[in-house]
């Protein structure tokens, strides 16, 4: 079992650069993955960013250049940086843990547990 909280949501305006954080408990060293996810209202979930406990890293195209995942293993917490935030970034972002595959991806599919998620809002 992994226990994942998050913070550090809220509202920002366009432009801003906050950091969500999550904390993750429980069997840990069973991760192979971890990344974030963002649901806007009235869409489906997508991927944002996942990281491999090697550090290699995979980004969704819309978020390139202007978001960055990061982890701290001896703090077992994993950060998403995010840079130049625009309106359309508004969504509930959940972060996630992947025990039951051997790689990374940002497919939804792959991961088992999740935290509950926190919102960033983006006004312009």
């Known amino acids: 079992q992994v226990r994942l909280v998050e913070s550090g949501g809220g509202s920002v305006q366009s432009g801003g650069s906050p950091r969500v954080s ?4 429980g069997y840990t060293h069973g ?7 963002r649901q806007a209202a009235g869409k489906q979930r997508e991927g944002v960013a996942v990281i491999d406990r ?3 890293t995979i980004y969704a195209d819309s978020v390139k250049g202007r978001f960055t995942i ?10 998403l940086q995010m840079t130049s935030l ?10 996630a843990a992947n025990t ?6 940002v497919s939804r ?3 088992n547990y999740w935290g509950q998620g926190t919102q960033v809002t ?3």
């Open 109 to 111: 599919s792959i991961f």
């Open 100 to 105: 039951a595959f051997d790689y990374c991806s």
């Open 70 to 79: 990061s982890q701290d293993n001896a703090k077992n917490t994993l950060y």
């Open 122 to 124: 983006v006004s312009s």
């Open 31 to 37: 991760t192979y993955c971890m990344g974030w996810f």
């Open 54 to 56: 090697s550090g290699r």
């Open 86 to 95: 625009e309106p359309e970034d508004t969504a509930m972002y959940y972060c």
């Open 22 to 25: 999550c904390a993750a408990s």
